[in-house]
Nanobody, 123 residues
């Protein structure tokens, strides 16, 4: 069992940066691949990024490549998403998730989810 809690969301202007963090409970965190998803109003939840259980490999959806960086610290049971050069279309609720499949581009490939954190990019 893994419980996930996201933080770090907020309101930022176009071109700004935010760093999202996801804190996990449980001693099995390091066994899971981790992913970030986002959901904008009226849209389906979409994949953003994923990282393997030990962290050497990461995967990004095309729209965030070069702007977002995923990382994890298994000693602290955390995964982060550094978001730079933010655009209005990045506005969404961001969720972290834990699963066994990498890169896990579909929500149904994840077993555990956080409650989400709102990111709003204003123009």
């Amino acid at each position: 069992q893994v419980q996930l809690v996201e933080s770090g969301g907020g309101l930022v202007q176009v071109g700004g940066s935010l760093r999202l963090s996801c804190a996990a409970s449980g001693r099995t965190f390091s066994r899971y691949n981790m992913g970030w998803f986002r959901q904008a109003p009226g849209k389906e939840r979409e994949f953003v990024s994923a990282i393997t259980s030990s962290g050497p490999s990461a995967y990004y959806t095309d729209s965030v490549k070069g702007r977002f960086t995923i990382s994890r610290d298994n000693a602290k049971n955390t995964v982060a998403l550094q978001m730079n050069s933010l655009k209005p279309e990045d506005t969404a609720v961001y969720y972290c998730a834990a699963g066994q499949i990498f890169p896990g581009r579909h929500a149904n490939q994840y077993n555990y989810w956080g409650q989400g954190t709102q990111v709003t990019v204003s123009s």
